[in-house]
């Protein structure tokens, strides 16, 4: 799991969470730079109501395949210009961030268009709309800059490239250089910036009011459409149907759009708003940020609708793998994918996630009946309405879906966060859970990062299974937080230059379990590494409880064969090395090594992956069967042993068999039963379990006869009992060899007989693998005797 582009190494942060990898049933993602490589493109663009730029994006591509694998069309519907197919960057002019193509606004030609004004504001404001830092190059002139975010950085390239190129920052002040219109010439002009609105989760919106060189001030803003279109005046609306169907579109097209508005303020009402701002600004109460954003509101309203912009952020991909086929994977497993992110709703639908075929919930606020009651401002009928409409939608598509359980129809649910904030009402949010958990996909658009956080609780308390979230920004530390695997990536994002991206990128990573590089290798994450941890440690639980119940009970049988009298069974030194020599090491092993089908396969099958969602290698059945399996080989170690050699002669003198040499014999099986047990259960063998398992048993061995040499005082009973007493005895040597045979027997016979008739799906791949190997085999001996017979 290195990523070779970014130098990445995957990176475990806790070692506690291995075995849950194993077992996850849902995947909280965020999508831009989680499912995306975040590396924004501005691509196309609505100024006026007329659309510019016309390549094809990635999704628009496997749309066209999807609905019925037709040639792409040659011609752009919103521009009815000849359509560009992948990238419209010409390969010598390669620069990042633009990736737009349109001779009606380029090289200057935006002066002859109609609405030429509307157009100089628009890439105006995105000059100018931002916190980007102009660096210039003292060798080569060339200007670079440092965004806040890869979209604000793709807004000030295109400008650049449009003819409105940010050439220096101040504190106070912000410099273009720009085309004038009337003379044709580059002319310099500087903004004084009288504030700056940050852009916040809450607010999606981010606001610059400046003052021009005319004197003018303005108050220049890009968000969501659904801030701008909200904040709209009756005069600010001419460009509003046009632009909401180019938006739609691009949309649709798998593009993170956003609305470019403006307003003319006057002197005093300027005045006036910053005297009301600069107090909330001075306050230190904790409520400080809500009070400067009430204070916002009232200056960002009846804007005049611009444009909007389209920036693609394609799916991340690798020559072996992408983004769709690791997800295919995952579902394959039966993983649920939820993802929860900031984008608009066809955005989110359209960018590849939700498989052909499926039928979709959407769940929205946006009917004209909502929409009336806001514009009335009447905040408690809204509530009242939006709740009650949420609670009609859910109770409706969960009949949708309970309709169909028979047929092999597969819903998935979209919903926005306007509805997820009333979806998560205590009144709502058992059934909004109920139908979420029906539906085979959710997407949770324009979702923040409390209804992230939330969301993931919400599973993850109500569930029984394992969740697990991936993010990549500050935005989702508090949903990685809250699910029981968090996983960052640290990958294209924190690469980039800016410190607020950066850290916002190492919070990610920080605040997660494990650290990746790509999405794509969550993939080998879970299906290979989670499981082999899952089963493996499931396997060391089980066979730890075993291997003490085997040894423990032999102690309780003989203490009830000897009446309770308080005859130790063993020496004080064999049970105190039991679990720190003689056994301990071979389990290590198991918990390391062991491998029932090898990581090819794993990702090949990945259906093998159910085994952990259901938990059925650590579940009660399984426990109690390896309970008793240990309490089955303490009654046969114990009443064979002790029937096979007690009253009968074992010495050469004809002395019976005593306490200490049923003792060490006792211990022998014991020994020899454990490991071989362990040696039966592990799938995959190497030197090094080899190693340990019979080495442990040597051990034992190299133990008594050194133990035995000692002082009697020091030996007590195992003085000299293995050199002068059992190891020239063959009765030792049968009874142990018997005893073992016949402890190993149930469950050798267990196994046979489950891999027979009742196989798991790694019993059935690993039947199937010796078939094939056999098959193999038997070809190429029938090649070989035709070579030998010609």
Same mark, same amino acid.
């Given at each position: ?58 999704v628009e591509r496997a749309l066209t395949r999807i609905k019925g694998d037709g040639p ?33 606004? +380029? ?34 002139g060339e200007i670079t800059y440092e965004a806040e975010s890869p979209d604000e950085l ?291 658009c324009r979702s923040t990062p409390k209804q992230k956080a939330l969301v993931t609780r ?20 508090? +949903? ?14 924190? +690469? ?295």
């Amino acid at each position: 799991m290195y990523d070779g582009e970014t130098k990445r190494p995957a990176q475990a942060r806790t070692s506690n969470l291995n075995e849950e990898l194993g077992q996850v049933g849902y995947i909280m993602s965020d999508k831009t730079g989680t499912l995306t490589c975040n590396l924004m493109e501005f691509v196309k663009c609505s100024i006026a109501g007329v659309a510019y730029g016309h390549g094809m994006t990635e999704v628009e591509r496997a749309l066209t395949r999807i609905k019925g694998d037709g040639p792409l069309e040659a011609v752009d519907t919103l521009s009815n210009l000849p359509r560009y197919h992948g990238d419209t960057r010409s390969s010598g002019n390669s620069i990042k961030g633009f990736n737009f193509r349109d001779e009606r606004i +380029m090289n200057g030609q935006w002066v002859n268009k109609p609405h030429s004004n509307v157009i100089q504001l628009f890439f105006q404001t995105l000059a100018v709309c931002n916190t980007a830092v102009p660096e210039r190059n003292k060798q080569t002139g060339e200007i670079t800059y440092e965004a806040e975010s890869p979209d604000e950085l793709a807004f000030v390239i295109s400008a650049r490239e449009i003819g409105f190129e940010l050439f220096e920052r101040t504190q106070s002040s912000v410099s273009l250089h720009e085309l004038d219109p009337e003379t044709g010439k580059k002319v310099t002009r500087v903004y004084q910036i009288l504030e700056i609105l940050e852009f916040s989760s809450h607010r999606k919106m981010m606001s610059v009011i400046v003052r021009t060189m005319e004197n003018q001030i303005l108050l220049l803003c890009k968000g969501a459409d659904s801030e701008i279109l909200e904040r709209l005046s009756d005069e600010g609306r001419l460009f509003e149907a046009k632009t909401k169907e180019h938006v739609r579109t691009y949309a649709e097209a798998g593009l993170r759009v956003m609305l470019i508005a403006y307003r003319e303020l006057g002197e005093g009402e300027y005045i006036e708003w910053n005297a009301e701002f600069s107090n909330a600004k001075a306050t230190e109460t904790a409520d400080r940020i809500e009070m400067m954003d009430e204070v916002a509101d009232k200056i960002e309203k009846d804007l005049i609708l611009l444009g909007a912009t389209a920036i693609e952020d394609k799916l991340q991909k690798r020559k072996k793998k992408k983004v769709p086929e690791c997800i295919d994977k995952l579902a394959q497993a039966t993983i649920k994918i939820w993802v929860l992110t900031g984008d608009k709703m066809e955005t989110a639908v359209n960018i590849g996630l939700l498989r052909r075929g499926m039928r979709l919930i959407t769940i929205t606020l946006d009917f004209p009946e909502i929409k009336a009651l806001e514009r009335q401002g009447d905040k408690e009928a809204i509530f009242k309405a939006s709740l009650e409409s949420v609670k009609e939608q859910l109770i409706y598509g969960k009949k949708q879906v309970d309709s169909v359980k028979e047929c092999p129809i597969e819903y998935g649910l979209v919903i926005d966060g306007k509805s997820l904030a009333f979806a998560l009402d205590k009144e709502l949010e058992k059934k909004f859970l109920e139908l979420a958990l029906a539906c085979a996909s959710v997407l949770c658009c324009r979702s923040t990062p409390k209804q992230k956080a939330l969301v993931t609780r919400l599973v993850k308390t109500d569930c029984s299974k394992t969740t697990l979230a991936i993010g990549d920004g500050g935005n989702d530390v508090s +949903m990685l937080q809250e699910a029981d695997i968090g996983v960052g990536i640290n990958g294209v994002e924190g +690469m980039q230059k800016s410190d607020h991206v950066e850290k916002g990128n190492e919070r990610a990573v920080m605040s997660s379990d494990f650290a990746i590089a790509q999405f794509r290798f969550l993939e080998r994450l879970l299906l290979v590494h989670g499981r082999w941890c899952y089963r493996r440690i499931a396997m060391m639980v089980c066979y730890f409880f075993y291997k003490n119940i085997a040894f423990g009970f032999t102690l309780f049988w003989f203490e009830a064969y000897a009446s309770f009298s308080g005859q130790p069974a063993y020496n004080d030194w064999y049970m105190s090395f039991y679990n720190v020599f003689f056994t301990s090491l071979p389990v290590i092993a198991l918990g390391v090594f062991d491998q029932d089908v090898s990581a090819r396969l794993c990702l090949k099958y990945p259906l093998l992956y159910r085994e952990g969602i259901k938990n059925i290698l650590f579940s009660w059945p399984c426990i109690l069967l390896w309970i008793c399996n240990g309490v089955l080989s303490s009654i046969i170690i114990f009443f064979f042993t002790v029937n096979s050699m007690i009253n009968q002669a074992f010495r050469r003198d004809g002395q019976v068999v005593d306490y200490e040499i049923l003792g060490v014999t006792m211990y022998t099986c014991v020994v020899w039963a454990v490991n071989c047990q362990i040696a039966l259960s592990i799938n995959y063998f190497t030197w090094i379990q080899h190693f340990l398992i019979w080495g442990s048993i040597a051990f034992w061995y190299i133990f008594l006869v050194i133990y035995g040499f000692l002082s009697p005082r020091v030996s007590t009973t195992a003085y000299m009992v293995f050199v002068e007493a059992c190891a020239s005895s063959i009765l030792y040597w049968l009874v142990t060899l018997l005893v073992v045979i016949s402890t190993l027997l149930p469950y050798f016979s267990f196994r046979a007989f489950q891999s027979r008739f009742l196989p798991m799906a790694h019993d059935k791949l690993q039947v199937q693998r010796s078939e094939d190997s056999e098959a193999e085999m038997d070809h190429a001996k029938e090649n070989l005797r035709q070579i030998n017979v010609s």
